[in-house]
């Protein structure tokens, strides 16, 4: 009797001790603090059968952008954003973590349904090389197609040496790789079948950035226009 006593007073004695215990842990009631996911996002007007109009972003005017304009970069948080052209319907498009780069406001055709489209240029972890640049090309003239050809030109002796980007760039289409960001000066030549250049974009070198060439217009009134890459 007495035994069982005393097993009972030391299982009672040793709950009571539990329950001090837990009652001094002081547990969390708030969530985890998540970090904010980042993303560099700007947007470029390249819709010919538009022409100038009004751009929203996430509900907000970012301007009247005539064909060949675009907005500064802006800095926001990833997820899903609304990119509205004019009095058009919104599409709601991801923008995906440390993305940067551009979405155009693109010619509807038979050959593109999308009203936006994206182009990324690099991640935000991930920047241009420091001894390197990046030259892209956006093909949005909407009733062509194009051979894209770099010139490279050394600035020590004037030697050129040409390589070919794109043998045939379709509306819609983009093409960019990274090259030395001294020592040369690029020239983007656009080209028909038939080798006639159609268009031309000189670029000087810009280490550890980019330029953005972007043809737009219709091939009869053809233009393009650069946009610094960071």
């Known amino acids: 009797m ?37 993303a560099k996002v700007r947007i470029i007007n390249t819709a010919a059968d538009l022409g100038s109009l009004d751009v929203k972003f996430d509900g907000k005017s970012v301007g009247t952008l005539a064909p060949g304009k675009g907005t500064n970069y802006q800095t926001v948080n990833a997820g899903r954003y609304a990119f509205q052209a004019g009095s058009e319907a919104a599409d709601t498009l991801a923008v995906t973590t440390d993305f940067q780069g551009t979405y155009f406001v693109a010619t509807k055709n038979a050959a593109n349904s999308s009203r936006f489209l994206r182009l990324q240029e690099h991640l935000l972890y991930k920047p241009v090389p420091s001894d390197q640049m990046a030259i892209f090309v956006a093909q949005m003239c909407p009733d062509a197609s194009f051979k ?8 020590a002796d ?10 045939s760039l379709a509306f819609a289409r983009t093409v960019g790789k990274h090259f030395p960001g001294t020592g040369y000066n690029y020239t983007v030549r656009f080209l028909d079948s038939a080798n006639n250049e159609w268009y031309k974009m000189e670029i000087s070198p810009v ?5 953005l060439v972007v043809l737009y217009n219709p091939k009869a009134s053809l233009s393009a226009q650069k946009f610094y890459i960071d």
């Open 2 to 38: 007495k035994s069982s006593l005393k097993r009972l007073l030391l299982i009672g004695s040793a709950c009571l001790l539990m329950i001090f215990v837990v009652s001094c842990v002081q547990i969390p009631t708030d969530g985890i603090n998540m970090p904010v996911l980042k």
């Open 207 to 211: 280490a550890g950035a980019g330029n």
């Open 148 to 155: 894209v050809d770099l010139v490279k030109t050394k600035t």
């Open 158 to 167: 004037g030697s050129t040496t040409t390589e070919t980007l794109s043998a």
